[in-house]
Antibody, heavy 122, light 107 residues
Framework: QVTLKESGPGMLQPSKTLSLTCSFS??????????VSWIRQPSGKSLEWLAA???????YYNPSLKSRLTVSKNTSNTQVFLKITSVDIADTATYYC??????????????WGQGVMVTVSS | DIVMTQSPTSMSISVGDRVTMNCKAS??????VDWYQQKTGQSPKLLIY???NRYTGVPDRFTGSGSGTDFTFTISNMQAEDLAVYYC?????????FGGGTKLELK
């Protein structure tokens, strides 16, 4: 059974660094073609793809945020992390992680986490 | 970035209706478009991948078509449980981008 679950601080102040964790089970990120991605959604708005990391450790970022994003994974390939530096109110959103088997080009997001809500406020 | 423009932004529908929505890409994305359903308070759920392939377990009343820049998503016999926001997404080139969504509401 494939599951993903995001965790994060809930609330943080502007200019701080947001650290998110995606913990998953039922699959391994070491499997060829596997990708885990981060996507966010401000309340009432559409989805925005942020970053991805694949089975080979290759990383992909949304250029609009690239300078602020760092995606990584643990050595046992059961968690993926996302750091966003210098957050501001516009980073307030629900953050999802999602699995994408089949590789970045051929795959699709077949399993999503429940999402974690992050509020940036002073 | 490739802009995915969905239309209409919302639709008032009745159970049993045939529902058609569109997604237009600002550049050729081949068949690299997926469709997701998001119900209130839930995560998105994959319905259609690569423009026209129904994902495992998805009812056959959901269909997708198109290639290049123009894509269509259809619900042939609307059910109450299909009330949701539907998003298209392109993965032909980075950054992957989503449309603004089409919200289905009861008439």
């Amino acid at each position: 059974q494939v599951t993903l679950k995001e965790s994060g601080p809930g609330m943080l102040q502007p200019s701080k660094t947001l650290s998110l964790t995606c913990s998953f089970s039922g699959f391994s990120l070491s499997t060829s073609g596997m990708v885990v991605s981060w996507i966010r959604q401000p309340s009432g708005k559409s989805l925005e793809w942020l970053a991805a990391i694949d089975w080979d450790g290759d990383k992909y970022y949304n250029p609009s945020l690239k300078s602020r994003l760092t995606v990584s994974k643990n050595t046992s390939n059961t968690q993926v992390f996302l750091k966003i530096t210098s957050v501001d109110i516009a980073d307030t959103a629900t953050y999802y992680c999602a699995r994408r088997p089949g590789g970045p080009r051929k795959g699709y997001f077949d399993y999503w986490g429940q999402g974690v809500m992050v509020t940036v406020s002073s | 970035d490739i802009v995915m423009t969905q239309s209409p932004t919302s639709m008032s529908i009745s159970v049993g209706d045939r529902v058609t929505m569109n997604c237009k890409a600002s550049q050729n994305v081949g068949s690299n478009v997926d469709w997701y359903q998001q119900k209130t308070g839930q995560s998105p759920k994959l319905l259609i991948y690569k423009a026209s392939n129904r994902y495992t377990g998805v009812p056959d009343r959901f269909t997708g078509s198109g290639s290049g820049t123009d894509f269509t998503f259809t619900i042939s016999n609307m059910q109450a449980e299909d009330l949701a926001v539907y998003y298209c997404m392109q993965s032909n080139s980075y950054p992957w981008t989503f449309g603004g969504g089409t919200k289905l509401e009861l008439k």
